[in-house]
């Protein structure tokens, strides 16, 4: 052989070698189970799940969609993000454009490891890092709320990205680079209120995913959990979810419950702009109690 | 005539000089209504503080004092209407305002009246039971307009 097809050949084998631990790395994984365990469903936990997890604020129908239910999460919204533009998608359980045909495992895959039916990852724009950490009865219950819902066809679209497939295995990487998502732990010197608090806030309702700073790879730097940064999708800055009473934003928890509840209504600005208006939306529908336990927590991060 | 060189150097800066002045001029034209609008929404978000503090009942209901603070509240979205001319998505101080304002103006226009709406009707309330109604609508219609055409300031 001569030395220039050696080289080749070496070439040849190294990229080989490459795009197998590229496919290996990136292998999506699916929810390890057999047959789930029955459960009996409790909707009225579904819902609140559903809220505090703000699925509208992402699967709503585009304003002013012909016909739309912009109360049902079926889909079509633009979301901007720095990959590129996604249009969340049809939750309701329309066979053909919803999530009629699934299973509850598929739907927990999803859920939790961000992998889709047909074992493609899903980008973390959709962000199931946080909702990994929710209880699983909390997500069997949000699951059984969703298939009550009204089946509605809406014909999904896909996510603008460069090299979509490419991307989307690549995501695979990430997700190992980011490592286990894992729950908040508790704290039994803390109330029953700050622990219920702190699993909403890092749990379902997926309060760092905005205002939790990330690093140049665009994974959350949970050392600095909450402490504001810049707008997932380049709108200017997320405030900061520390200090709040120290900074005078709010006098105490309760204050604080009150402006998640309320907002704008009750004169309380910054809780409108960046996504956060969708987001006090869907809290607002939440009991007070859990309002108050989400405040409880957040006035004792320093 | 035989021009002097001076002259004619002069006839030359003159005419541009004034193009320097007047594009100053424009530039400050341009750079004020941006702290014009801000310091609109400003006296507008204390106004809403103050009204909120009454539908907590932190403070008395007083209908002299709902109706001045609504006032403020419509005097200052009567004022902004002019304050958000084409070109001021940037300016030399910083501004939240979202470009899109310009792509949608009549929407961003109907959402002004509909919240230069509900701050009149607040401002004519007398009585206790219409005021936190009245109060929650033009919150609202601050956030419907916040929510789509203002960045985060931090």
């Known amino acids: 052989m001569s030395r220039r097809r050696r080289r080749i050949a070496g070439l040849a084998a190294v990229a080989l070698l490459a795009l197998l631990a590229f496919l290996i790395l990136t292998r999506p994984r699916a929810f390890e189970t057999g047959p789930l365990p029955p459960a009996s469903a409790d909707l009225a936990n579904g819902e609140l799940v559903f809220r505090v997890g703000g699925c509208l604020a992402c699967h709503a129908a585009p304003a002013g969609t012909p016909g739309a239910e912009r109360a049902l999460p079926t889909g079509g919204t633009p979301l901007p993000t720095p990959v590129g533009t996604f249009y969340p998608g049809n939750l309701t359980p329309d066979r053909e454009t919803g999530l009629g045909g699934w299973t509850e495992a598929e739907f927990l895959t999803a859920m939790v490891h961000g992998v889709s039916p047909d074992r493609r990852h899903y980008f973390p724009a959709f962000p199931y890092r946080a909702y990994a950490v929710a209880r699983s009865e909390d997500l069997r219950d949000l699951w059984a709320y969703l298939r009550q819902l009204p089946a509605v066809r809406a014909p999904g679209r896909a996510a603008e990205i460069r090299l979509l497939p490419l991307a989307r295995r690549t995501v695979g990487l990430w997700k190992r680079l980011a490592g286990d998502p894992r729950p908040p732990a508790a704290d039994p010197a803390q109330s029953a209120a700050w622990n219920r608090g702190a699993y909403l806030v890092h749990g379902p309702g997926h309060c760092g995913e905005c205002h939790t700073p990330r690093n140049l790879l665009r994974i959350r730097d949970e050392r600095r959990a909450l402490a504001g940064g810049a707008h997932p999708a380049g709108e200017g800055k997320v405030p900061s979810l520390r200090g709040l009473v120290a900074r005078h934003r709010y006098k105490d928890a309760a204050e604080l419950a009150l402006a998640l509840q309320f907002g704008e209504t009750l004169g309380y600005d910054k809780l409108a702009s960046g996504g956060m208006g969708a987001i006090q939306t869907e809290l607002s529908q939440l009991p007070p109690a859990e309002l108050r336990a989400i405040a409880e927590y957040l006035v004792s991060l320093p | ?154």
């Open chain 2, 1 to 154: 005539m035989n021009r002097s060189p001076r002259r004619s150097l002069l006839s030359m800066l003159v005419p541009a000089a004034l193009a320097v002045a007047l594009a100053a001029a424009s530039v400050a034209a341009e750079k004020e209504p941006i702290q014009a609008r801000q310091d609109a929404m400003e006296a507008q978000g204390a106004a809403m503080k103050a009204l909120g503090a009454i539908a907590r009942k932190e403070a008395p209901f007083e209908a002299a004092v709902v109706r001045q603070n609504a006032e403020t509240i419509a005097s200052g979205l009567a004022a902004v209407a002019e304050l958000f001319p084409e070109g001021s998505d940037r300016g030399a101080i910083e501004t939240w305002a979202r470009p899109e304002i310009w792509a949608n103006r009549a929407d961003f226009e109907a959402k002004r009246t509909a919240a230069h709406a509900a701050a009149t009707d607040l401002a004519a309330v007398t009585d206790e039971a219409a005021f936190a109604p009245a109060l929650g609508r033009v919150g609202n219609a601050c956030k419907s307009c916040h929510e789509k055409y203002r960045r985060p300031k931090e």
